[in-house]
């Protein structure tokens, strides 16, 4: 923990910082070298800034919408090399992750919590790799940051350029281009010591390829090992009916290791001078061991788990940009294919402990359950979770725009994507009865094999009128077209031979619940063939639609429109203010659950106005924007009876706040810093069942979350400040750098009542999860930077900081160990590269 005597000093820096803070913490575009051959200058931060976020060329101080990016040389400075490290530095970003790889992201307060499931909700918040989308659900794909432009963070409803998943914003990550004036190339290394865990590094490189005067070819590799800190140690438990384990063969120090490696190239092809075609390839994989939440109850940093503990993270993706002019007008061609595919094996003993505890008064969860072996004898009740997810989307998109030196400006386009998830979950007891188990699949207990198919299409436009030499307004829209289908199985499985059918005794799920060849279900048609499975590796498909013998998949769909009205006054060039009123939208979807109806689209109107100043002759930098938003029937994913999604349209919610970030160079002292506030609260009851009068009443009814309650996930405040101070020493320039980072507590759960599975009693999730505790971090280097080389000394999380970055429950339904995601403990690292 961040010892007393530094928190005031530390928090005071930082909020003094963000109270005059905004979003402009990047660079100029990088020089024709990638940086790569230029020593470092004092600070880019008066340099222009160039980005893309309205899909052209602009500088961001004349970008009326709020944004904030980070550039080559800033992501350097501060070590960033993943998700995690960028996302403190964006004030109006928050997330819930269990792991690395596994993270959802929100933007502004759009929370409601529980989102990630890979068949629950799509993301609220878009996230790009240069022109292609590479959201996911179940988590977006952590890309390692390496010879990256600028990260652009756009903050509010993206729904007229970005569409479907950029509802509440868009991330986009825009990597360097080849370049074919010269060869060039870099290489760095680092290596790291974790307190009490253990070693870790990484060495990256890249090359730039002149092939011809027409031609380049850039290429980055990188391999990064993370180490571990949190230890597994040795534990038992002991269930009704006498049985014990133990986790002896799993205990492990520094248990959550990772290793992540990977490559990117792109080819620039000129075509003649006015048409150029990129082709681009990118393959990572990631390596997670062990659990990255601890277990307080049992010990800071400290877990007792059971089963082994891994996932595999693979993806790679193809894409194609053509770019070139048809007379004076931009033309803008951008496809893409990625594949992603992660297999991962998670203890579940924690479920067992707790549903052992619920239901002792039927013999635990062994009796509750039927857990016995072939010869009817009670075997050990733990389970493990072997699952499995295969995505796939490919997206394309046409635009074009008009010159931006007219006083007309119009870019439109047409875009389709379409992205599917195989998912599969398997709940392994070990030694479980073959009866007992799901059909064809000794020692299943429940099983999830089903495949999910997202689909949109759009046309769109943004044109822009110069009213006035000092005066332009803007208006935008996007007409779309959403399909979203699910087919598959979930379930246990069924006895043929009668009760009590399967594991549970219940003959309402799983193979139960298959359709015959009747169009019947098996337990209304005993004596029924069953139909084919639609997804292999089912015994049989419970989640269709049934028609003339044949199965398809359950689907919505839906059609709608969203828009963007802005009016931007620039008195000067370095003063710029704007007032935006715009819509964003996710698509609505299956429940897995074939009993829980379809959940319906939910939207986000924004007002905003905001303000961009470079004043003192572009050495201070100001920007900022107050909004409001109203987020109508949002969607709420929960884990509901027997820890199972289901997604359900909640009441309305508002959203209100303020981010603003700064930057200012002193001679040889720059400073950057930004901050937010956000006040998201819902409007109505969020009812235990739903109830369209939010009135919460009839048989069984309670009132979830009474109106008023705080969205969680998000920090009510959220400041980072960094100053750097560079001096010439010799030929090299020598450089001490600080970044302080703090936000506020927040929810974890957004519901203060819900029935606990097995007692009936009312408990609340929000209380029994536990906050997201406030924290304070703190990062510290030291370096110089030579003409062609950089070596730096760096301490992460100085005073060893538990900064709370989410909490997550096995059993989400009966509340009994809460996990605590944390940060990195403090770090000691060397970092060195060249340049050649």
Same mark, same amino acid.
């Given at each position: 923990m961040l010892p007393n005597r530094h928190r005031p000093l530390l928090t005071a820096l930082c909020v003094s910082s963000a109270l005059t803070a905004v979003p402009a913490i990047a660079q100029t575009t990088p020089d024709p070298a990638g940086d790569a051959t230029a020593a470092a200058p004092a600070e880019p931060m008066q340099d222009d800034i160039i980005v893309t976020a309205q899909k052209r060329d602009e500088n961001i101080q004349s970008v009326p919408i709020s944004i904030q990016a980070i550039g080559t040389r800033r992501l350097d400075q501060l070590n960033v090399t993943s998700f995690a490290d960028y996302s403190q530095l964006l004030?109006?970003?928050?997330?819930?992750?269990?792991?690395?790889?596994?993270t959802t992201v929100y933007m502004r307060g759009v929370a409601s919590g529980g989102d990630g499931n890979h068949s629950g909700s799509l993301p609220s918040v878009g996230v790009y790799l240069d022109e292609q989308p590479v959201t996911t659900i179940g988590g977006t794909p952590d890309i390692h940051i390496y010879d990256v432009a600028r990260i652009e963070s756009l903050a509010g409803p993206q729904g007229t350029l970005y569409g479907a998943s950029s509802e509440a914003?868009?991330? *986009?990550?825009?990597?360097?281009?080849?370049?074919?004036?010269?060869?060039?190339?870099?290489?760095?290394?680092?290596a790291n010591t974790v307190k009490s865990g253990g070693q870790g590094g990484r060495l990256e490189g890249m090359l730039n390829i002149p092939l011809s005067s027409m031609a380049a070819l850039r290429v980055v590799g990188f391999y990064q090992h993370d180490a571990g800190y949190i230890d597994n140690v040795p534990g038992t438990r002991t269930f009704t009916g006498g049985i014990t384990v133990d986790n002896a063969p799993f205990v492990e120090k520094n248990y959550n290791d990772a290793d992540i490696w990977g490559g990117r190239a792109a080819l620039k092809i000129d075509l003649d001078d006015s048409w150029t075609v990129t082709p681009t390839v990118l393959y990572q994989e990631q390596r997670n061991h062990g659990s990255f939440g601890y277990d307080p109850r049992v010990g800071d940093l400290e877990v007792q788990h059971f089963f082994p503990e891994y996932r595999r993270d693979r993806f790679v993706q193809a894409a194609l940009t053509i770019e070139g002019k048809l007379g004076n007008w931009d033309v803008t061609y951008a496809g893409a294919y990625f594949d992603r595919r992660d297999t991962q094996s998670s203890d579940y003993t924690d479920y067992a402990e707790a549903y052992d505890s619920l239901y002792a008064s039927v013999g635990g969860i062994a009796g509750y359950f039927y857990f016995q072996n072939n010869a009817g004898q009670q075997i050990d009740s733990r389970q493990r979770i072997i699952g499995t997810?295969?995505?796939?989307?490919?997206?394309?998109?046409?635009?074009?725009?008009?010159?931006?030196?007219? *006083?007309?400006?119009?870019?439109?386009?047409?875009?389709?994507?379409?992205?599917?998830?195989?998912?599969g979950q398997d709940y392994q007891v070990a030694g479980l009865a073959d009866s007992l188990s799901v059909n064809g699949r000794p020692g299943t207990l429940w099983l999830t094999e089903q495949y999910r198919v997202d689909k949109d299409y759009a046309v769109f436009g943004e044109a822009s009128y110069d009213l006035l030499p000092t005066l332009t307004a803007t208006v935008g829209g996007r007409a779309y077209i959403f399909d979203n289908s699910l087919i598959g199985f979930f379930g246990f499985g069924r006895d043929p031979n009668g009760p009590p059918y399967n594991a549970a005794g219940s003959s309402r799920t799983g193979v139960a619940g298959c359709y015959t060849t009747t169009g019947a279900l098996l337990r209304d048609n005993p004596g029924g063939t069953l139909l084919p499975a639609a997804v292999g590796g089912s015994p049989c498909t419970n989640l269709a639609q049934y028609a003339s013998g044949t199965l398809s998949p359950r689907s919505v769909d839906g059609q709608g429109a969203t828009y963007r009205f802005n009016l931007t006054w620039k008195p000067t060039d370095r003063l710029l203010f704007y007032g935006t009123w715009s819509k964003g939208f996710r698509p609505g979807g299956i429940n897995r659950r074939a009993t829980v109806a379809p959940y319906a689209p939910d939207f986000l109107v924004n007002y905003e106005a905001g303000w961009k100043t470079t004043l003192f002759d572009g050495r201070l930098r100001w920007n900022g924007a107050l909004y409001q938003q109203n987020w109508d029937a949002f969607q709420f994913s929960f884990l509901g009876a027997n820890s199972f999604t289901e997604?359900?349209?909640?009441?309305?919610?508002?959203?209100?706040?303020?981010?603003?970030?700064?930057?200012?160079?002193?001679?040889?002292?720059?400073?950057?810093?930004a901050g937010s506030y956000t006040d998201a609260k819902i409007r109505r009851n969020l009812c235990a069942i739903d109830d369209p009068s939010f009135t919460c009443n009839g048989a069984g009814n309670f009132v979830a979350a009474p109106v008023g309650t705080r969205l969680p996930i998000t920090p009510r405040f959220k400041v980072s400040g960094n100053a750097r101070y560079s001096v010439p020493v010799g030929t090299a320039k020598a450089y001490l750098q600080a970044l302080v980072t703090h936000q506020s507590s927040a929810s974890s759960d957004l519901r203060t009542a819900v029935v606990e599975t097995g007692t009936g009693d009312i408990v609340s999730p929000a209380a029994l999860q536990g906050r997201l505790a406030a924290f304070t971090t703190a990062n510290f280097a030291i370096g110089a930077d030579f003409s062609r080389y950089t070596f730096e000394l760096y301490l992460q999380n100085a005073f060893d900081e538990r900064a709370q970055l989410s909490r997550f429950q096995e059993c989400g339904s009966c509340y009994q160990r809460p996990y605590i995601v944390t940060n990195t403990p403090r770090t000691i690292g060397v970092r060195a590269g060249a340049r050649f």
């Open positions: 004030p109006s970003v928050a997330f819930q992750s269990s792991q690395p790889g596994v914003g868009t991330i *986009r990550i825009i990597t360097n281009k080849p370049d074919t004036k010269e060869f060039y190339g870099r290489i760095d290394g680092e997810d295969h995505f796939k989307k490919m997206s394309q998109e046409l635009r074009v725009a008009s010159p931006q030196d007219e *006083r007309f400006r119009l870019v439109a386009g047409a875009f389709y994507q379409r992205q599917s998830n195989r998912i997604i359900h349209n909640g009441p309305d919610a508002r959203i209100r706040g303020v981010e603003s970030d700064i930057s200012l160079t002193l001679g040889a002292l720059a400073l950057t810093a």
